[in-house]
């Protein structure tokens, strides 16, 4: 039962995003805003209920790392609505965010792998652990000299 809502849910969320990213251009600034704010609400919905999700016995962890995953995916996916999908993507991908951006993919991938097909909770929960940094990382990326100061504040407390 839980499953076939989560399909519909998941089929659902790609359905609005596929819309979004087709009309993202031709918006009005007010409608973006809403777009933004209502999918980054989902994205932080998602990532609470995965949280929530943790502590049901035996599928907790895999429900965690999928809700988790999909939570950021659909936060990271708001600022769609503010730059537009070309846009995105290309500043996703400039020198200074690209290893950054691929850490992030890479832990989003491999946290649902590890629920899906290799079943190895442990694996799951360190990947979600490697995603929340990657992503935190990455956000410092939009922030002028903030992984500078955080690359120097980790200097002065391991010195």
Not at 15 to 33: K, M, Q
């Amino acid at each position: 039962m839980v499953s076939v809502q989560f399909c519909i849910c998941v089929s659902h969320i790609w359905h609005c995003a596929r819309n979004a990213v087709v009309e993202a251009s031709s918006l009005s600034w007010g409608t973006r805003i809403k777009g933004f704010i209502a999918c980054f609400a989902a994205g932080i919905v998602c990532s609470l209920l995965g949280t929530l999700l943790l502590w049901v016995p035996r599928k907790g962890l895999y429900l965690f790392a999928v809700f988790y995953t999909f939570g950021n995916i659909a936060s990271i996916g708001s600022t769609v609505f503010l730059m537009g999908p070309m846009k995105q993507l290309k500043r996703m991908f400039e020198p200074t965010r690209l290893i950054a951006t691929v850490m992030v993919l890479l832990c989003f991938t491999l946290t649902l792998c590890s629920a899906f097909w290799w079943h190895n909770r442990g694996l799951a929960l360190i990947f979600c652990i490697l995603q929340s940094l990657a992503l935190t990382w990455y956000s410092l990326s939009f922030i002028p000299y903030a992984r500078d100061a955080v690359k120097k504040c980790f200097a002065v407390c391991l010195a």
